[in-house]
């Protein structure tokens, strides 16, 4: 069964990193390594005892396992609705009333201009 196994090392540089890095990939039965320098923690995938890891990394520096698990956690699948295409007429009526919810002192007011209200406009056909 394959495992996940997360160890915090006390390395304080590349070079104690890849003396590390090197003692643990020579144990079999290893799928994949990773080091996060930041936290200083060394993630083990793979079908290895991790008292065997814990072993070979006391040799180069301080390791403490900090968790043992599944190696493929199952993600919760969340229902999501599907997405519908809206139409412009609702795309604008639906930003609209989140603008209405924003400032609830907003009045809509239409006014259509003709060419009879202002006889001196220019209209072009």
Not at 53 to 61: D, N, S, Y
Request: charged share 35%; proline share 4%.
């Amino acid at each position: 069964m394959t495992k996940k196994m997360v160890l915090k090392l006390g390395v304080h540089d590349e070079k104690e990193k890849r003396k590390a890095l090197q003692s643990v990939s020579s144990l079999k039965g290893i799928e994949s390594l990773s080091m996060d320098m930041k936290e200083k923690k060394l993630t083990v995938v793979g079908e290895v005892d991790p008292i065997e890891i814990v072993g070979k990394l006391k040799k180069h520096c301080h390791a403490e396992l900090v968790a043992v698990g599944p190696a493929k956690e199952e993600e919760k699948k969340k229902k999501e609705e599907p997405l519908k295409d809206k139409t412009d007429a609702q795309k604008i009526e639906e930003l609209l009333q989140l603008y209405k919810n924003h400032n609830p002192y907003y009045t809509q007011t239409y006014r259509v201009y003709s060419a009879d209200d202002n006889p001196n406009a220019c209209v072009i056909s």
